[in-house]
Structure formats: structure tokens, C-alpha cells
């Protein structure tokens, strides 16, 4: 991992909300993380996946690698869990205060991993439903 650019940019991170702030910023951060630790397992943390290419290098997002035809949904399922991993190591970077340049696009992993894993829930899956009789 990278440190960060001579200009002073900053990563975009899970907790970079700014409806969000202090405490709220970090319990945020710590929810995303434990979600990849209980996914991932354990010892992906610790040990990582192994050798292989950076989703990054090939996709611009998360969102891409769900759209990616060419591949099966256990490949897109590997791809992002990868890329998972790699974001909740940026992420962890940032709560010890080492800032790095890479953005971390975790929220967006999360996002398309249960998208993948739970195709059926849509945005109509959450609107209110009055259930008054007429």
C-alpha cells in the first residue's frame, strides 16, 4: 500500500460522510469491518488470499465486476471478496492514523457482494406498505 501523494490528497473512506462525524465516523468504520471479518473469516484476515491480481486493476468499482458477463457469479463472488479484503486493510490503515492514497470503495464491496448474494432486494423492497383497510 501506498503512502500518501506529495499534494495532500485524502482517500475516500467508509467513514468520508459528511452527515457523519466524530464517534458516529468511527462506530461506522467498525460496523463495515466486523461485517468483512465475519465474511471473510478470520483467517482471510489475517492471512489473505494468496497470490493473484488486484480488482482494482481491472475494474474501476465494485459495481463493474457484477457486470462483468464474462464472469461466473463464484468468480465475481472471489473478485469481490478479494477486493473486500484490500478495502477493510485501507480501512483499518486509516483508524490506526496512516493515511494511504489508495480509497478504500468498501461500502461499495459490501454493497455489491449483497447484491450478488441477495439479488431480490430492491430499493421497492423497503417502501412502506400501508396496510389499512380500505
Not at 501523494?5 to 468504520?29: F, M
Not at 465474511?39 to 482471510?44: A, D, H, I, Q, S
Not at 464491496?109 to 450478488?116: P, S
Request: proline share 7%.
Amino acid at each position: 500500500m501506498e503512502g500518501l501523494p506529495a499534494q495532500g490528497a485524502k482517500p475516500r473512506l467508509i467513514s468520508d460522510n459528511p452527515d457523519v462525524e466524530g464517534p458516529a465516523a468511527s462506530q461506522q468504520r467498525r460496523r463495515r469491518l466486523e461485517w468483512i471479518e465475519r465474511t471473510l473469516g478470520r483467517e482471510v484476515i489475517r492471512h489473505g488470499f494468496g497470490p493473484g491480481a488486484e480488482p482494482a486493476e481491472s475494474y474501476a468499482d465494485p459495481h463493474q465486476v457484477l457486470l462483468d458477463s464474462n464472469l461466473s457469479p463464484t468468480r465475481k463472488r472471489d473478485i469481490l471478496r478479494r477486493w473486500a479484503l484490500h478495502a477493510s486493510q485501507i480501512e483499518t490503515e486509516h483508524s490506526k492514523g496512516n493515511l494511504l492514497a489508495t480509497p478504500s470503495h468498501l461500502q461499495e464491496v459490501i454493497d455489491a457482494l449483497l447484491d450478488l448474494e441477495e439479488p431480490q432486494i430492491t430499493e421497492a423492497s423497503f417502501e412502506h406498505v400501508d396496510r389499512k383497510a380500505s
